[in-house]
């Protein structure tokens, strides 16, 4: 069981994020507020009362509590959002598919009725910086600046060697089979592996959770949709608001236990393409930081704090 576990966060390589989570739970009250975004309800939890307001969205897998840590630090200084995008933590499955464009609108509503209306700054990491720029496309106004943190960029599978769009389709394969396993009940709660990163009071929550057959249906149709939110996230004229590119310097050292996996020719091109995403608007920078992997809340917790401060300070 652990081994399908550890391959299903290896799979998600680099639109993926590092812990699993999915659907409500009932044995903990949500720490934030559900809010309804058309007939079924999606998780925000707002904290601090900055003069800046951040709006975090994650990796494929990844949800709210494991952007507690980071989020109580900033919140000490901005207003901080996170959210569980629908299927993930405490938020409802959406009736609609996982593109970017569905997902945009979701997160558009639930702010709004949040009543969060001055422009605000979007950090995405990974898969989420797909939806980041599929965000600007949609409502550039709401948008006073871009961080992305290790983010996904367009066709990134064509560009990296073979060996990663090939673990790409097996980790799509792999979250049908544990799907199916999870619809059949072969899933224990018990069973599942503890996050170690989470505080203890959500350790039952999210064993309960990952047992769920939604958050591996989630996950399969967000990578499955790929090329679709490609399409709607491709920023084709470059945008005026400032941009802070964090970029991990081994960010493939993450996944370096996958058999056959080219770590270094991948960190190559990987490097290549966060460069790419400076054209994205013509005020951009891009911070580099040492001995991190794409694991960047792990890995480098502190210094991904600190770039985040600095640069919204200078707004």
């Known amino acids: 069981m652990y081994r399908i576990l550890r391959n299903i966060t290896l799979l998600s390589l680099f639109i993926g994020s590092y812990s699993l989570y999915a659907q409500k739970s009932s044995l903990n009250n949500p720490p934030g ?16 009362n900055g003069p800046e307001t951040i709006v975090i969205e994650p990796g494929t897998g990844s949800w709210s509590l494991q952007w507690m840590e980071l989020q109580n630090e900033l919140s000490k200084q901005f207003r901080v959002v996170t959210y569980d995008r629908a299927g993930y933590g405490w938020s409802d499955t959406s009736p609609y598919s996982r593109s970017a464009n569905n997902i945009v609108e979701e997160l558009h509503i639930g702010l709004t009725k949040l009543g969060i209306n001055e422009p605000f700054i979007l950090l995405g990491h990974s898969y989420g910086g797909l939806i980041v720029k599929a965000y600007v496309n949609k409502y550039k106004e709401d948008v006073k600046a871009i961080i992305f943190a290790d983010a996904a960029t367009e066709f990134q599978f064509q560009k990296l060697p073979p060996a990663v769009a090939m673990v790409l389709e097996s980790g799509k394969a792999q979250f049908k089979r544990t799907g199916a396993m999870a619809r059949a009940g072969m899933l ?7 996050d170690s990163a989470l505080n203890s009071q959500f350790w039952e929550v999210y064993q309960e959770t990952i047992a769920q057959p939604s958050f591996y249906d989630v996950m399969f149709n ?12 491709a920023i084709e004229k470059p945008i005026r608001q400032p941009i802070l590119v964090i970029t991990a310097d081994n960010s493939f050292g993450a996944f370096s236990s996958v058999p056959g996996l080219p770590v270094e020719d991948s960190n190559t091109t990987w490097f290549e393409l966060q460069k790419n995403l400076l054209s994205v608007s013509t005020k951009s920078k891009q911070e580099v930081i040492p001995n991190a992997t794409h694991h960047l809340l792990l890995t480098a917790k502190d210094e991904f704090r600190k770039a985040v401060i600095n640069f919204v300070k200078k707004l």
């Open 33 to 48: 507020k559900l809010v309804d975004v058309g007939g079924y309800q999606l998780h925000f939890n707002v904290k601090g």
């Open 188 to 194: 224990s709660a018990a069973q599942m592996p503890i």
């Open 222 to 233: 967000e990578m499955d949709l790929l090329p679709r939110t490609y399409a709607y996230s």
